[in-house]
């Protein structure tokens, strides 16, 4: 979903459910954004090839993200943002990251993510967050800086495979 203002048109791209690289888009007015009614069972919020696809995952009920390599300071923010998007969309509190293809993350984009970004993103309802973690060893202590530093109230765990990370995501938790 976009971010514009009241009553303007926004933009929706969804891949086929094939997997082909076949998009559609619809516009819609800002009031419908949360009902777009695309025929992709994944609404793509961000979606810059070579840096990340972020989706909504009905199954998992979460916000997911691929990262796909390195993104610059504006595109880790729109990213970051369209998280919080997709969130605020489905009334969500999880989200995936597949951060196995991402990058060194820059001290200052650190520095945004835990005082900016992650307040927000409790904010929104965030309160679990399941990363895979990345091949390399220095974005993986990026990574691990980010979370340690937060402390926002987000449970945050680590795991070897989407699939691992999925399961804890979708685990029954006790009702506090």
């Known amino acids: 979903p976009p971010m514009c203002s009241e009553g303007a048109a926004a933009v929706h791209f969804a891949v086929a459910r094939d997997g082909r690289c076949a998009y559609m888009f619809s516009i819609r007015q800002r009031d419908d954004v949360t009902s777009t009614g695309l025929a992709s069972p994944d609404p793509i919020y961000f979606n810059t090839p070579g840096v990340a696809l972020v989706t909504w995952n009905e199954g998992l009920k979460a916000a997911c993200v691929e990262m796909q390599g390195w993104a610059s300071t504006s595109e880790a923010q729109v990213l970051l943002d369209a998280i919080i998007q997709a969130l605020k969309a489905h009334h969500g509190s999880r989200w995936l990251l597949d951060a196995r293809k991402m990058k060194v993350l820059k001290q200052s984009d650190q520095d945004w ?14 309160k679990l967050a399941a990363i895979v973690l990345p091949m390399s060893m220095v974005t993986m202590t990026n990574v691990e800086d980010v979370a340690k530093v937060a402390e926002n109230g987000i449970d945050t765990r680590f795991f070897p495979t989407v699939e691992k990370a999925g399961e804890w995501l979708t685990a029954p938790r006790p009702v506090a």
């Open 113 to 126: 993510i835990t005082q900016n970004w992650l307040p927000r993103a409790a904010a929104a309802g965030l």
